[in-house]
Every structure is written in structure tokens, then in C-alpha cells.
């Protein structure tokens, strides 16, 4: 069954150090892939898609990641976080099935904690 | 636009009871899904409707259900309310283009006692 692994459950910064947010996929077909995030009290949103040419894939707010297919791979980075970065991140893979229906596959989520 | 609105936005109910969230899609958006998401579990899918049919339905019994009207608008509906049903129910609507991705509205926290 497709999955979604995120390798951290909790990280925590200080303002300015880099991050690196771990995701791998188990599916052995063509995938598209997200980062959404989730600050406190808000609803997710997008910070970025793959789903095909460059693998390396500029988002919002100055995050970027890098699909690497022989890893499974899909991890999320930020050379330099600020405090308003604190939030949770989830990894996603489409899914799809016949008649082009769209299902999202979610990992547990990592939350990120900056501290100022 | 206005983005996805879902209603109401807290509930609380009591074991065996029923319930139902609401949600409005982007204008336009066809595809609706619904996600539930609990600290345990995290954020696991439900179902999909386009166009008025599910599409897709995800590992969920059968006490969960949901419905699409003509204007994309859906609905979804638990019965015989378990405590472990206690979650922030998601929806997302999504335009037709492959390249689109989902829009997520605020959610519904439905806490059951």
C-alpha cells in the first residue's frame, strides 16, 4: 500500500539555522508530490508541488525541495528559518486511481518549533 | 475567490449520535475530498466526489458517508458517533487541471463525549 514516511516528529531551531525536513514515498509508479504546511490555528496550506522536469522545486517563503526518484525521496529545505516558521509540515503523495479520481497520502507530520 | 468554507467550525456530540459537516468548494472546483485528522492517526483520507459521484473512498466503516449537490457543495455525514471519531475534519476542493492541487478549508473540530 502507498505510504509516507516523515523521519521527524519534532524539530527544533534557533532563528537563522537551516533546516531539512526528511520525506520518503513507497509507490513505484509516477508520483506527484507536495509540502503543505500548517501554522497554528490556520488551515493547511501549499508550499510547494512536484510532478515532473526539474527536481529541484522553488516554493513560498523561501523553502525548496528536491525529488530524488532512486531515493524515494522528497525533503523539504530552508537555508535560514525566522520564528514565523513555527508549524507543522506534512509530505504528500497523490494517489490515483481509474476514472481520475485524486487521493492525497499524507505522512505523520513533523512539527517545527523556532526558537528567536 | 473565496477560498473553501466548511460549517460549522466546532461541534460536540455525544456517543451514538449522528452528524453533519458542510463544505463549499472554490467556485469552479468540482472535486471535493474530505480528510480526517487526529494527533494519532495524522491526516487520513475519506472520500472524493466529482461531479455529483464518489470517486474514490478511502479505509474508512461504513458510518461515514458523504454526499455532492449539483452546485459542488458536499456534505458529510457520521452516524453512531464513536469517541474515536473525535477529530478536525478537512475538506479540499481541487480544480480539473492535472497540475492543480488541493485547496483545504479550515476544518470542523468535532469532539464527541
Known amino acids: 500500500a502507498q505510504s509516507v514516511s516523515q523521519h521527524n516528529h519534532h524539530v527544533i531551531l534557533s532563528e537563522a539555522a537551516s533546516l531539512e525536513l526528511g520525506c520518503n514515498y513507497s509507490?513505484?509508479?509516477?508520483?506527484?508530490l507536495f509540502w503543505y504546511v500548517q501554522y497554528p490555528g490556520q488551515h493547511l496550506q501549499l508550499l510547494l508541488k512536484?510532478?515532473?522536469?526539474?527536481?529541484l522545486v522553488k516554493g513560498i517563503k523561501g523553502f525548496e525541495a528536491e525529488f530524488i526518484k532512486s531515493k524515494f525521496s522528497f525533503n523539504l529545505r530552508k537555508p535560514s528559518v525566522q520564528w514565523s516558521d513555527t508549524a507543522e509540515y506534512f509530505c504528500?503523495?497523490?494517489?490515483?486511481?481509474?476514472?481520475?479520481?485524486?487521493?492525497?497520502?499524507f505522512g505523520k507530520g513533523t512539527k517545527l518549533s523556532v526558537i528567536p | 475567490k473565496a477560498g473553501v468554507t466548511q460549517t460549522p467550525r466546532y461541534l460536540i456530540k455525544t456517543r451514538g449520535q449522528q452528524v453533519t459537516l458542510s463544505c463549499s468548494p472554490i467556485?469552479?472546483?468540482?472535486?471535493v475530498s474530505w480528510y480526517q485528522q487526529t494527533p494519532g492517526q495524522g491526516l487520513q483520507f475519506l472520500f472524493e466526489?466529482?461531479?455529483?459521484?464518489?470517486?474514490n473512498k478511502g479505509n474508512f466503516p461504513g458510518r461515514f458517508s458523504g454526499r455532492q449537490f449539483s452546485n459542488s457543495r458536499s456534505e458529510m455525514n457520521v452516524s453512531t458517533l464513536e469517541l474515536g471519531d473525535s477529530a478536525l475534519y478537512l475538506c479540499?476542493?481541487?480544480?480539473?487541471?492535472?497540475?492543480?492541487?488541493?485547496?483545504f478549508g479550515p476544518g470542523t473540530r468535532l469532539t464527541v463525549l
Open positions: 479540499a476542493s481541487r480544480g480539473e487541471d492535472r497540475y492543480n492541487e488541493q485547496f
Open positions: 509507490y513505484g509508479g509516477t508520483v506527484n
Open positions: 512536484y510532478f515532473s522536469g526539474d527536481p
Open positions: 504528500a503523495v497523490t494517489l490515483t486511481s481509474g476514472a481520475g479520481s485524486y487521493q492525497l497520502t
Open positions: 467556485s469552479g472546483h468540482r472535486s
Open positions: 466526489y466529482f461531479s455529483e459521484t464518489q470517486r
